[in-house]
């Protein structure tokens, strides 16, 4: 049964091997360079392979590392704390707005719908009132001629 200790192990070699071996290989380069300056033979090295070589055993290394059971807990922890934290947010705000008397969205939803009902409601009711109004005033003025 593996420990703890193996587990960690497993997991440090898994995120540090791609760069261990990065390193290993551009120093087995670098000596080889050095052998053939030195007999004589020049080769160039290429700087836009060394950079695709280090980004290549970077990301490897970020890849293994976002994968570690320890980064995933990490996130996990973090999402849930976040999630506790807007729904305790939540809870305060509305146990303070209950406490002063200010009122929430949720308390006033209907609110505007129902004022927009009654206001269409009185101008509806203004419109009947001052066509019976012209009409009355076009009788007194037929009686008046």
């Known amino acids: 049964m593996a420990t703890v200790n193996d587990t960690q192990a497993d997991t440090y070699e898994a995120v540090c091997q791609p760069l261990f071996d990065f390193w290993k290989s551009c ?13 004589g033979a020049r ?10 070589r280090w980004l290549d055993a970077l990301g490897q290394s970020l890849d293994n590392y976002l994968r570690t059971r320890a980064f995933l ?3 996990h922890r973090n999402l849930e704390m976040t999630t506790q934290l807007k729904s305790t947010a939540e809870d305060w705000a509305r146990d303070f707005s ?5 009122p929430r969205l949720s308390d006033i939803s209907g609110l505007f719908a129902r004022l ?7 101008l509806a009711r203004l419109g009947a009132i001052e066509h ?9 003025k037929r009686h008046e001629s």
């Open 132 to 140: 019976r109004l012209e009409a009355l005033e076009n009788k007194r």
């Open 27 to 39: 120093a087995e380069q670098g000596s080889e360079q050095f052998q053939g300056l030195l007999s």
């Open 43 to 52: 080769e160039t090295a290429d700087p836009q392979a060394l950079r695709r």
């Open 73 to 75: 807990e990490a996130m």
């Open 98 to 102: 209950r406490s002063t008397g200010i």
């Open 116 to 122: 927009q009902i009654g206001q269409e409601a009185i």
